[in-house]
């Protein structure tokens, strides 16, 4: 059984990086959009580009940019939809495949702050597409709320970090003292 190809797919060959122009600009059409959104349980996404540059370091191929996005999700307590937009900036390491596996397990790996995406690539070809999307569903709000999420989870009972918290309970405990 074959993967399917990725919804954001665009192929850069590695031995076309010293002749092409730099930055580059992609775009997602809306089809993409459409597949994307889908993808990532987003409610819609109005928009998606990215421009980057890409260089050569020895094997390792390292991409730098910043993407663009305008998307809607649903609220994590109410569902209705919360805008988001996004301008984010990436440094993206490619690295060979083989060297990857070929890494012991156990072995520690140190990352500095401009090393913090690494993803693998295999024969003479990486997918910046899948990168820029995998990197767009990095960079949103992981907990999207709307503005009566607040109100929402107060009814229901949720209690806020306050409330919740450590000296929450020591306040309550005062309170049944009298002091």
Same mark, same amino acid.
């Given at each position: 059984m074959t993967a399917s190809p990725p919804e954001f797919s665009r192929i850069v060959r590695l031995d076309e990086i010293a002749r092409l122009e730099w930055p580059a600009t992609i775009t997602a059409d809306d089809a993409e959009r459409a597949a994307i959104a889908s993808r990532f349980?987003?409610?819609?996404?109005? $928009?998606?580009? +990215?421009? @980057?540059? #890409?260089?050569?370091?020895?094997?390792? #191929?390292?991409?730098?940019?910043?993407?663009? !996005? !305008?998307?809607?999700? /649903?609220? #994590? !307590?109410?569902?209705?939809?919360?805008?988001?937009?996004?301008? =984010?900036?990436?440094?993206?390491?490619? #690295?060979? &495949?083989?060297?990857? $596996?070929?890494?012991? *397990? *156990? =072995? =520690?790996? &140190?990352?500095? !702050?401009? &090393?913090? *995406?690494? %993803?693998? @690539?295999?024969?003479?070809r990486i997918n910046i597409g899948e990168a820029i999307a995998e990197t767009l569903a990095l960079a949103v709000n992981p907990y999207p709320r709307s =503005?009566?999420?607040?109100? @929402?989870?107060?009814? +229901?009972?949720? %209690?806020?970090?306050? $409330?919740?918290? /450590?000296?929450?309970a020591l306040a309550a405990l005062k309170g049944k003292t009298g002091q």
């Open positions: 349980s987003f409610a819609s996404l109005n $928009q998606l580009e +990215a421009e @980057y540059s #890409i260089e050569r370091e020895g094997k390792d #191929i390292v991409a730098t940019g910043r993407v663009r !996005a !305008a998307l809607t999700q /649903p609220c #994590i !307590a109410t569902g209705e939809p919360v805008a988001e937009t996004i301008s =984010e900036e990436f440094l993206i390491r490619f #690295i060979p &495949e083989t060297e990857q $596996q070929s890494g012991a *397990d *156990d =072995e =520690e790996i &140190e990352l500095d !702050a401009e &090393e913090c *995406d690494i %993803l693998t @690539y295999s024969g003479n =503005e009566g999420a607040e109100v @929402y989870l107060r009814e +229901a009972g949720v %209690l806020t970090e306050e $409330q919740a918290g /450590p000296f929450a």
